[in-house]
């Protein structure tokens, strides 16, 4: 399986989706995507992308929303992070873990990231993501969470309330 972190297209438009689709391989391995901002840029993402759970009550975003999904014994939860509606979320993840009480693993993919460091000028996008989704991380005990946004490959310790509780050198 593939999980995409967002930005599937660079300015939203059809042919950037029709190319990413394109791929042999998407015929053989299940995809999952999540809306990153440059997918925002244009409505036609819906078009393409046929996500489970699509629109849960009340979603305040543009296009896409949050989903869920369950692969064995694991449940993906996708986050739309461009939408800062902190009720969708909570909603998404009170109907994700009431459906499937079961899991072992609990992963989260969300496009931007929490703590970020590799581009200054976003510093404030990130504190207000990490305000609003690391107390439904703790609650839920999330096991791992995903991105896409800074195009670097990064990871951190294991966290809990913003604190490192175990280092991973």
């Known amino acids: ?11 939203g438009k059809a042919d950037e989706y029709r190319a990413f689709s394109a791929s042999p391989v998407l015929s053989e391995i299940p995809i999952n ?4 901002n440059h997918d925002k840029k ?3 993402y819906t078009y393409f992308f046929n996500n ?3 629109k849960i009550d009340g979603s305040h975003s543009f296009i896409g929303s949050d989903h ?10 996708c986050i739309d992070s461009n939408n800062s509606c902190l009720g969708d979320h909570i909603k998404t993840f009170e109907t994700a873990f009431s459906e499937n009480p079961g899991c072992k693993w609990k992963i989260l993919m969300i496009h931007h990231d929490l703590y970020g460091g590799h581009n200054k000028n976003r510093s404030r996008e990130n504190r207000l993501l990490a ?6 991380i703790d609650k839920y005990g999330i096991d791992l969470v995903t991105g896409g946004h800074s195009h670097y490959y990064s990871r951190s ?9 175990e280092k991973t050198d």
């Open 131 to 136: 305000n609003l989704l690391v107390p439904l």
């Open 68 to 77: 869920w999904f369950t692969h064995n014994n694991a449940l993906f939860l």
């Open 1 to 11: 399986m593939i999980l995409s972190g967002g930005d599937q297209a660079s300015s």
């Open 52 to 54: 489970p759970n699509y």
């Open 33 to 36: 995507c999540i809306v990153g």
């Open 42 to 44: 244009n409505f036609v």
């Open 157 to 165: 310790h294991i966290l809990h309330n913003k604190k490192i509780v």
